[in-house]
C-alpha cells in the first residue's frame, strides 16, 4: 500500500469533523473519497497535506510513518494537491505561477522547457508564456495540475477537479489522471458528480458525519447507490407541476457591457426575457460572460442605456440595494468573499443581502435578534451543518456555505432571482434540494434565471435553454427536446444558425 490511515480523528469546538477515519491507498490506485457536504472530506485531506494536525491516529506513506507538519513537508514526501479553488496570478505567465510553487526554482528558460515536456508528454499542452489571465478556466486546471506533476508525486490529491471544466476537457483530464495512475501515481479523487467517479475510479471511501460508513467499487454500483450511501436515506428527485408561464417580469435588450477586470469578458448585444414561473437555464463554459452578466442584473455593473427592465420598467441605473428592494435578489458564483463575507458570521452575512427585506434594521439600528433568527431559518431550511448562527462563514465548507447562500436568497422570497453556479460543490442530496427550492420558487411566480455550467442540471429545471459563448447569448429555445449536440453547437457559438433539426 502507498499510503494507509488508521483511527485518523479531528475535532473542532462543537463538531467532531473526523472521528477515527481509517482506509489505504493502493500504488497506482485511483481512490474515489465520497460524502455529503460536512462529511469531513476537506478535513481529511488537509490533515494529509500537512495543512491541520490530526488529534489521534496514524498514517504511514509507503511504510514509513507519515506525519507532516505543513504542506512543504508533504510534498517532500510526494503528496501533491490540487485545490477547488485555483491559487494562480493572473497579471503573470504560466513559468512565473508555477515557480511561485516551487520551493527552488530553476531559471526560467529551464522551467519553460520543463512546463513544456511534462504538459505535452501527459497530454496537457501549455505555453508557459502566456497570460495566465488569459487562460480559459480548463487552461488554469493545466497549471495547477502541472505544477504538482513537476514534484513527480507518488499521491496526488484532487478536489472537485471538473467543477468548471467543458465535457471535452473532462476527457482530457481523465484520460491524462489514468495514464499517470498506469505510472505508478496513486491519485485520492473527491467529486460530488457520481458518473465520473464511476468512469474514473477503482475504489471509494464513503464518509458520513466524519466516520467511514462505506465502501465500494464505483463501476459495480450505480450513481445512485453511491449518493444514497453518502446520505443514509433515499435520493429525492426535483419535481415541478405544469403551469402556464405568466406575465414579462425581467427583460434585457440589447445589452452591451464592458467587463470591470482586464481579464473580464464583454457582453455583447444580449437580449432575451423572463417570465413570472419561469427557469431560464444559461450555459457555457467558464470565463464567456457569466460573471459579468450576473453583475449587470445585479446592480453591481450599472447598465445606463436602459437594457434591463422590470416589469418594464428601467432598472439598470439602479445598485444591488436598490433592485432587492424591487425584489430582484442574485447569488453570485465566487461564495467564500462574493457572496458571503469569510470573516464574518452567518448572522452578519445575512445583514449583507436581507436587511432591507427582511427588516433587520430600523432607523440606522441592527436588529440582531432577528437576524440571528433569520440565519437560523436559512440554517434550518436548507440543512446547513454549522454549530450556529455565530460561526463565520470560513469555517463552512464550500458545500454547506453554498448552501447557506442560496438559502439565504431563495427565503427573501423574490420576485426575479438570477443564482450562478448554484450547486457548484455541493452533493447529490443537496444539489436535489436547492434545485427542488428554485423550482418552487417558479412554481410561486417568480422569474429564475440559472446560470450554470451543469448541463444536466440545466435540462432538468430549465424550461428554456440559452447559451453564452465569448459575450453573446444564443436566442433561448425550450429545453424539451433539445440533444445534447444541439447544446453543444450552441455552447461553441452557433448562436444565428437554425440548430433545431441537428
Same mark, same amino acid.
Given at each position: 500500500?502507498?499510503?494507509?490511515?488508521?483511527?485518523?480523528?479531528?475535532a473542532?469546538?462543537?463538531?467532531?469533523?473526523n472521528?477515527?477515519?481509517?482506509?489505504?491507498?493502493?500504488n497506482?490506485?485511483?481512490?474515489?473519497?465520497?460524502g455529503?457536504n460536512?462529511?469531513?472530506?476537506?478535513?481529511?485531506?488537509?490533515?494529509?497535506?500537512?495543512?491541520?494536525?490530526?488529534d489521534?491516529?496514524r498514517m504511514?506513506?509507503?511504510?514509513?510513518?507519515?506525519?507532516?507538519?505543513?504542506?512543504?513537508?508533504?510534498?517532500?514526501?510526494?503528496?501533491?494537491?490540487?485545490?477547488?479553488?485555483?491559487?494562480?496570478?493572473?497579471?503573470l505567465?504560466?513559468?512565473?505561477?508555477?515557480?511561485?510553487?516551487?520551493?527552488?526554482?530553476?531559471?526560467?528558460?529551464?522551467l519553460?522547457?520543463?512546463?513544456?515536456e511534462?504538459?505535452?508528454?501527459?497530454?496537457?499542452?501549455?505555453?508557459?508564456?502566456?497570460?495566465?489571465?488569459?487562460?480559459s478556466?480548463?487552461?488554469?486546471?493545466?497549471?495547477?495540475?502541472?505544477?504538482?506533476?513537476?514534484?513527480?508525486p507518488?499521491?496526488l490529491?484532487m478536489?472537485?477537479?471538473?467543477s468548471?471544466?467543458?465535457?471535452?476537457e473532462?476527457?482530457i483530464?481523465?484520460?491524462?489522471?489514468?495514464?499517470?495512475?498506469?505510472d505508478g501515481t496513486?491519485?485520492?479523487?473527491?467529486?460530488?458528480?457520481?458518473e465520473?467517479?464511476?468512469?474514473?475510479?477503482?475504489?471509494a471511501?464513503?464518509?458520513?458525519?466524519?466516520?467511514?460508513?462505506?465502501?465500494?467499487?464505483?463501476?459495480?454500483?450505480?450513481?445512485?447507490?453511491?449518493?444514497?450511501?453518502?446520505?443514509?436515506t433515499?435520493?429525492?428527485?426535483?419535481?415541478?407541476?405544469?403551469?402556464?408561464?405568466?406575465?414579462?417580469?425581467?427583460?434585457?435588450?440589447?445589452?452591451t457591457?464592458?467587463?470591470?477586470?482586464?481579464?473580464?469578458?464583454?457582453?455583447?448585444?444580449?437580449?432575451?426575457?423572463?417570465? /413570472?414561473g419561469? =427557469?431560464l437555464?444559461?450555459?457555457? %463554459?467558464a470565463g464567456? @460572460?457569466? $460573471?459579468?452578466?450576473?453583475s &449587470? !442584473? *445585479? #446592480?453591481?455593473?450599472?447598465?445606463?442605456?436602459?437594457?434591463?427592465?422590470?416589469r418594464?420598467?428601467p432598472?439598470?441605473?439602479?445598485?444591488p440595494?436598490e433592485?432587492?428592494?424591487?425584489?430582484?435578489?442574485?447569488?453570485?458564483e465566487?461564495?467564500?468573499?462574493?457572496?458571503?463575507?469569510?470573516?464574518?458570521?452567518?448572522?452578519e452575512?445575512?445583514?449583507?443581502?436581507a436587511?432591507?427585506?427582511?427588516?433587520l434594521?430600523?432607523?440606522?439600528?441592527?436588529?440582531?435578534?432577528?437576524?440571528?433568527?433569520? /440565519?437560523?431559518? =436559512?440554517?434550518r431550511?436548507?440543512? %446547513?451543518?454549522?454549530? @450556529?448562527? $455565530?460561526?463565520?462563514?470560513? &469555517? !463552512? *465548507? #464550500?458545500?454547506?456555505?453554498?448552501?447557506?447562500v442560496?438559502?439565504?436568497?431563495?427565503?427573501q422570497?423574490?420576485?426575479v432571482?438570477?443564482?450562478?453556479?448554484?450547486?457548484?460543490?455541493?452533493?447529490?442530496?443537496?444539489?436535489?434540494?436547492?434545485?427542488?427550492?428554485?423550482?418552487?420558487?417558479?412554481?410561486?411566480?417568480?422569474?429564475v434565471?440559472?446560470?450554470?455550467?451543469?448541463?444536466d442540471?440545466?435540462?432538468?429545471?430549465?424550461?428554456?435553454?440559452?447559451?453564452?459563448?465569448?459575450?453573446?447569448?444564443?436566442?433561448?429555445?425550450?429545453?424539451?427536446?433539445?440533444t445534447?449536440?444541439?447544446?453543444?453547437?450552441?455552447l461553441?457559438?452557433a448562436h444565428?444558425?437554425?440548430?433545431?433539426?441537428?
Amino acid at each position: 500500500m502507498l499510503l494507509t490511515i488508521e483511527g485518523l480523528t479531528k475535532a473542532y469546538p462543537g463538531v467532531v469533523a473526523n472521528d477515527h477515519v481509517s482506509f489505504s491507498i493502493g500504488n497506482g490506485e485511483v481512490h474515489a473519497l465520497l460524502g455529503e457536504n460536512g462529511a469531513g472530506k476537506s478535513t481529511l485531506v488537509k490533515m494529509i497535506y500537512g495543512l491541520v494536525r490530526p488529534d489521534s491516529g496514524r498514517m504511514t506513506l509507503r511504510g514509513v510513518p507519515y506525519e507532516p507538519a505543513n504542506p512543504n513537508a508533504a510534498r517532500s514526501a510526494g503528496v501533491a494537491m490540487v485545490f477547488q479553488h485555483f491559487s494562480l496570478f493572473e497579471a503573470l505567465n504560466v513559468a512565473e505561477n508555477v515557480a511561485l510553487g516551487m520551493d527552488h526554482p530553476p531559471p526560467q528558460r529551464q522551467l519553460a522547457r520543463r512546463i513544456r515536456e511534462v504538459s505535452e508528454t501527459y497530454g496537457l499542452p501549455l505555453d508557459p508564456s502566456r497570460l495566465v489571465g488569459d487562460l480559459s478556466a480548463g487552461e488554469r486546471q493545466r497549471v495547477e495540475i502541472i505544477r504538482c506533476l513537476l514534484q513527480d508525486p507518488k499521491l496526488l490529491i484532487m478536489d472537485e477537479p471538473t467543477s468548471v471544466l467543458t465535457p471535452q476537457e473532462v476527457d482530457i483530464l481523465f484520460q491524462t489522471l489514468r495514464r499517470l495512475a498506469a505510472d505508478g501515481t496513486s491519485i485520492l479523487y473527491i467529486s460530488h458528480k457520481l458518473e465520473e467517479i464511476r468512469s474514473l475510479c477503482d475504489s471509494a471511501t464513503i464518509l458520513r458525519l466524519g466516520k467511514v460508513v462505506g465502501r465500494c467499487t464505483p463501476r459495480e454500483v450505480s450513481a445512485r447507490e453511491m449518493a444514497e450511501m453518502m446520505v443514509g436515506t433515499t435520493l429525492q428527485v426535483p419535481t415541478r407541476a405544469a403551469t402556464e408561464p405568466g406575465e414579462v417580469l425581467l427583460e434585457v435588450s440589447n445589452l452591451t457591457l464592458r467587463p470591470a477586470s482586464p481579464f473580464g469578458t464583454v457582453l455583447r448585444d444580449v437580449s432575451f426575457s423572463v417570465r /413570472a414561473g419561469e =427557469v431560464l437555464g444559461i450555459g457555457g %463554459v467558464a470565463g464567456n @460572460g457569466q $460573471d459579468e452578466l450576473l453583475s &449587470a !442584473l *445585479s #446592480g453591481e455593473a450599472r447598465d445606463l442605456d436602459g437594457a434591463v427592465r422590470l416589469r418594464g420598467r428601467p432598472i439598470g441605473k439602479l445598485g444591488p440595494t436598490e433592485r432587492r428592494g424591487l425584489a430582484v435578489l442574485s447569488a453570485p458564483e465566487e461564495r467564500l468573499g462574493h457572496a458571503a463575507a469569510p470573516d464574518m458570521s452567518l448572522t452578519e452575512n445575512v445583514l449583507l443581502t436581507a436587511a432591507r427585506r427582511e427588516g433587520l434594521q430600523s432607523h440606522g439600528f441592527l436588529n440582531w435578534g432577528k437576524s440571528r433568527g433569520f /440565519a437560523e431559518k =436559512v440554517i434550518r431550511a436548507f440543512d %446547513v451543518r454549522t454549530p @450556529g448562527a $455565530d460561526v463565520a462563514a470560513r &469555517a !463552512l *465548507s #464550500g458545500g454547506n456555505l453554498q448552501k447557506f447562500v442560496i438559502g439565504r436568497e431563495v427565503l427573501q422570497r423574490p420576485e426575479v432571482l438570477v443564482v450562478n453556479q448554484p450547486t457548484w460543490g455541493v452533493d447529490a442530496a443537496a444539489a436535489a434540494a436547492i434545485r427542488q427550492a428554485l423550482l418552487d420558487l417558479a412554481q410561486g411566480g417568480a422569474a429564475v434565471v440559472v446560470i450554470s455550467q451543469d448541463l444536466d442540471e440545466l435540462m432538468e429545471i430549465a424550461d428554456r435553454f440559452a447559451a453564452l459563448n465569448e459575450g453573446r447569448l444564443s436566442p433561448p429555445r425550450p429545453t424539451r427536446g433539445l440533444t445534447m449536440e444541439q447544446i453543444g453547437l450552441m455552447l461553441g457559438g452557433a448562436h444565428d444558425m437554425d440548430v433545431a433539426h441537428v
